[in-house]
């Protein structure tokens, strides 16, 4: 489990790369900090509090994948993305993995850049992308948001893992015997299993607050829907 977790814990990346990783998370947060500021208003501030309050709350839980012998949680990337937006959404994150690290000792305190580049900047920025694609083609309706949820935080989750096989071969501090690919393969399918659990999760909080409180939802107001194709005129001038 420990090999396979996506909270790096100390000693498992050397320390020069993970102070590169430390300036990256650094850098990608100070300019979250000044895009976010322009978002935030008395709609937005009070979401961003609950919605990390959320995602630490569920990042507590484990949920067990049998077939791949490890257990998942929630990231959070898709799911902040789409209520609070991508740069407020990155810092919930942000702050939910600094106060794991420091309190509860989950993650390294050495790794945090690490952490951070992957699960808050990495893995918010891949679901945005997506769900800014998704609900250009997609109608939306309840069903189509909780399609654009599930894929995002699939998709975001198996790309988080990636970043630390990326990270792993950069200053991983055990030598695999060239079997990069083999740990590459192993975190792809069981955070692919754990991506599926968190693209329920997703949906299903996503769609409630939808049905409440569209306005709420920080993807349906900022993300306009396509505009439709000009309709060419038919006849003469009169």
């Given at each position: 489990?420990?090999?396979?977790?996506?909270?790096?814990?100390?000693?498992?990346?050397?320390?020069?790369?993970?102070?590169?990783?430390?300036?990256?998370?650094?850098?990608?947060?100070?300019?979250?900090?000044?895009?976010?500021?322009?978002?935030?208003?008395?709609?937005?501030?009070?979401?961003?509090?609950?919605?990390?309050?959320?995602?630490?709350?569920?990042?507590?839980?484990?949920?067990?994948?049998?077939?791949?012998?490890?257990?998942?949680?929630?990231l959070g990337?898709?799911?902040?993305?789409?209520?609070?937006?991508?740069?407020?959404?990155?810092?919930?994150?942000?702050?939910?993995?600094?106060?794991?690290?420091?309190?509860?000792?989950?993650?390294?305190?050495?790794?945090?850049?690490?952490?951070?580049?992957?699960?808050?900047?990495?893995?918010?920025?891949?679901?945005?992308?997506?769900?800014?694609a998704l609900?250009?083609?997609?109608?939306?309706?309840?069903?189509?948001?909780?399609?654009?949820?599930?894929?995002?935080?699939?998709?975001?989750?198996?790309?988080?893992?990636?970043?630390?096989?990326?990270?792993?071969?950069?200053?991983?501090?055990?030598?695999?015997?060239?079997?990069?690919a083999g740990?590459?393969?192993?975190?792809?399918?069981?955070?692919?299993?754990?991506?599926?659990?968190?693209?329920?999760?997703?949906?299903?909080?996503?769609?409630?607050?939808?049905?409440?409180?569209?306005?709420?939802?920080?993807?349906?107001?900022?993300?306009?829907?396509?505009?439709?194709?000009?309709?060419?005129?038919?006849?003469?001038?009169?």
């Open positions: 489990m420990e090999t396979l977790a996506m909270h790096i814990s100390n000693g498992i990346i050397n320390g020069p790369v993970a102070a590169v990783f430390a300036a990256i998370a650094l850098a990608a947060m100070a300019f979250a900090v000044l895009r976010g500021r322009q978002d935030l208003d008395d709609r937005l501030a009070p979401m961003a509090g609950l919605v990390a309050a959320f995602i630490f709350a569920v990042q507590m839980l484990n949920f067990p994948i049998f077939t791949a012998g490890v257990s998942g949680h929630l990337g898709a799911l902040a993305a789409l209520l609070v937006g991508p740069w407020v959404g990155a810092l919930c994150v942000a702050v939910v993995l600094v106060v794991q690290a420091l309190v509860f000792g989950d993650g390294g305190v050495a790794m945090l850049g690490l952490n951070i580049t992957n699960m808050a900047v990495l893995g918010t920025a891949v679901a945005y992308l997506l769900i800014a609900l250009r083609v997609l109608p939306r309706t309840p069903a189509g948001l909780a399609v654009t949820a599930f894929v995002s935080a699939l998709v975001s989750v198996v790309v988080a893992a990636m970043g630390f096989v990326l990270q792993y071969q950069l200053g991983g501090t055990t030598d695999l015997g060239g079997n990069l740990l590459a393969g192993t975190m792809a399918v069981s955070h692919l299993l754990i991506g599926i659990g968190e693209g329920l999760i997703t949906a299903t909080t996503v769609v409630t607050v939808a049905k409440v409180r569209p306005d709420l939802v920080y993807a349906l107001r900022a993300l306009k829907p396509a505009a439709p194709a000009p309709v060419p005129a038919v006849g003469g001038v009169r």
